[in-house]
């Protein structure tokens, strides 16, 4: 394994294109975020939140489970 195949590994990244598909942004969007935040893959991801992260309840979901709630004891 060369040094070019561990960087590509370790540091990969988003093009715009990428971002509208993964995220469903918009072209304007995904170009303002790669130019304020970079492009690394990784950190991109921590921000928007990874695509196998659940979605928590909304404000306007009817009866969501108990389980969903944090409670203050």
Request: glycine share 4%; aromatic share 8%.
């Amino acid at each position: 394994m060369n040094a070019a195949s561990v960087i590509d590994e370790t540091y990969s990244v988003y093009k715009p294109h990428d971002l509208e598909k993964q995220y469903g942004l918009s072209p304007q969007e995904a170009i303002r975020i790669i130019s304020q935040f970079g492009a690394d893959k990784n950190e991109i991801d921590l921000l928007l939140g990874h695509k196998t992260t659940e979605d928590s309840p909304s404000v306007e979901q009817d009866n969501p489970p108990v389980q969903d709630f944090l409670f203050d004891i």
